[in-house]
């Protein structure tokens, strides 16, 4: 079956060493966003990038691949998503925030397990 709809899309930018009580704060932002029980949250590490430091950060040189950028994408309803912005600003020293409109396209199989058409 398939539905769709209107959500937001919160994809917050931090770097991989970035820490929060000893923990990655990606690894945290993740754990966050499961306990409000929002719809979905990935992490998707970059190869290469730089932020307000304009320092280019890369895999391809060993010494410069310390601090890759690292994006947790968060989605769900308009709502739920601002009212989880707040517990952010405890777990961010830096980082960026981006917030933009999207339409979903849920895909679930029917009771039967076959795809629907």
Avoid: C, N
Wanted: aromatic share 6%; glycine share 8%; net charge negative.
């Amino acid at each position: 079956m398939r539905t769709t709809g209107q959500a937001l899309r919160a994809t917050v930018f931090v770097g991989e060493s970035d820490t929060w009580r000893h923990k990655p704060v990606f690894t945290e932002i993740v754990h966050r966003a499961h306990a409000a029980r929002l719809a979905g949250a990935s992490v998707f590490r970059g190869v290469e990038g730089f932020g307000s430091s304009a320092l280019i950060h890369t895999t391809r040189l060993l010494s410069l691949s310390e601090d890759l950028p690292v994006a947790v994408v968060l989605v769900d309803s308009e709502e739920r998503i601002r009212s989880f912005l707040p517990s952010l600003d405890e777990v961010l020293g830096d980082g960026l925030v981006v917030i933009d409109a999207v339409e979903t396209i849920r895909y679930t199989r029917d009771t039967h397990g076959e795809e629907a058409q």
